[in-house]
C-alpha cells in the first residue's frame, strides 16, 4: 500500500521559514523521485520542486529558487521541502507525490499529471 503523508504546514508571517514532509510508506524512496506541488485558492496545481532517486537531481520552480530546498534522507523514507523567506504568495496547499518508477526529474519543473501517488496535503499561510 503507497502511502505519502505531509506534515509540517501551518501559519507563518513574511520571512518567516518552515519545514515541509513527505514520509512515504509502502515503497522506498530509494528508488522513487518525489515531487513538491502546491495549489493556490482559484489557481491551477503548480510544481515546486523534484528530486529524482538515482542522482538526486533537482528542479524549483522560478517562484522559489533561492528561497526553497528539497532534500531527502532515505533512511527515514522522509523527503522534506526547507522554505525560507516566505512570502504571502506562497500560500497554498502543499502536497508530495510519487512519479512511476523510472521517472527522472527534468531541468524544468515536473507537470502533476506524471505523478500518480499523492498526499493528502498541508496547509501553508504566509500572513502577517
Known amino acids: 500500500q503507497v502511502q505519502l503523508v505531509e506534515s509540517g504546514g501551518g501559519l507563518v508571517q513574511p520571512g518567516g521559514s518552515l519545514r515541509l514532509s513527505c514520509a512515504a510508506s509502502?515503497?522506498?524512496?530509494?528508488?522513487?523521485?518525489i515531487g513538491w506541488f502546491r495549489q493556490a485558492p482559484g489557481k491551477e496545481r503548480e510544481g515546486v520542486s523534484c528530486?529524482?532517486?538515482?542522482?538526486?537531481?533537482?528542479n524549483y520552480a522560478d517562484a522559489v529558487k533561492g528561497r526553497f530546498t528539497i532534500s531527502r534522507d532515505n533512511a527515514k523514507n522522509t523527503v522534506y521541502l526547507q522554505m525560507n523567506s516566505l512570502k504571502p504568495e506562497d500560500t497554498a496547499v502543499y502536497y508530495c507525490?510519487?512519479?512511476?518508477?523510472?521517472?527522472?526529474?527534468?531541468?524544468?519543473?515536473?507537470?502533476?499529471?506524471?505523478?500518480?501517488?499523492w498526499g493528502q496535503g498541508t496547509q501553508v499561510t504566509v500572513s502577517s
Open positions: 507525490a510519487a512519479p512511476p518508477l523510472g521517472y527522472y526529474c527534468p531541468d524544468y519543473v515536473s507537470d502533476p499529471a506524471d505523478f500518480g501517488s
Open positions: 509502502g515503497f522506498s524512496l530509494d528508488y522513487y523521485a
Open positions: 528530486i529524482s532517486s538515482s542522482d538526486g537531481h533537482t
